[in-house]
């Protein structure tokens, strides 16, 4: 019996030492919401406000930003994705996010920590932000309709400010779109 106690308890003890994920706390909470709620009022808000200021407020000068489109893996800083948002801000108007779609049917757009890895590598940091959203607007030159799947993952810093911003999604499908309503509509 003794025996037995003893093997249940190492194996016990192996179970905790092998889980990486340690718990969250209601600081942590608390940053996840501001974190997320940072990336709505300054990068949601930048865009559909067509407010490049208040975009930019979101991102540190030093930000390393990985665009949607293929380029080589090379990392851009700040300049270069105020660029990126003005061309939106001043090639289509009507702009909108809506948050959701990370799981087909449910809920939820905003997600941060890891249980999960292919590395064994967990997390519960709060500071790594998974956003998910469709944008949609229009082209004004042609009043074409648009709507883009979203996807981005936003490390932010003690600061509250976004250092590295990683973007997955295409944009050669509003080019697409437009097209596809100049079709339709000629």
Known sequence: MKKLSTLCFALLVLIACNN?????????????????????????????NKDLDLFLELY??????????????????KEELKDAAKNYIDN?????????????GEEGAYWAGSTFSDTGNTSTSPDAVRIYGV??????ETGAPFHL????????????KVVVLNEWFDPSSIDDQIAQYL???N
């Open 20 to 48: 990486s994920v340690s718990e969250t706390t209601n600081e942590d909470q608390i940053k996840f919401e501001n974190n997320w709620k940072a990336f709505e009022k300054h990068h949601v808000g930048g865009i559909e």
């Open 60 to 77: 540190a000068d030093s930000v390393k930003w990985s665009p949607p489109n293929w380029n080589n893996n090379v990392i851009l800083g």
């Open 92 to 104: 289509f108007e009507n702009l909108k996010f809506t948050p959701g779609g990370a799981i087909i």
């Open 135 to 140: 944008w949609s607007g229009n082209h004004i």
């Open 149 to 160: 799947k979203f996807y981005v993952i936003q490390q932010f810093n003690e600061d509250g």
């Open 183 to 185: 079709t339709e509509n």
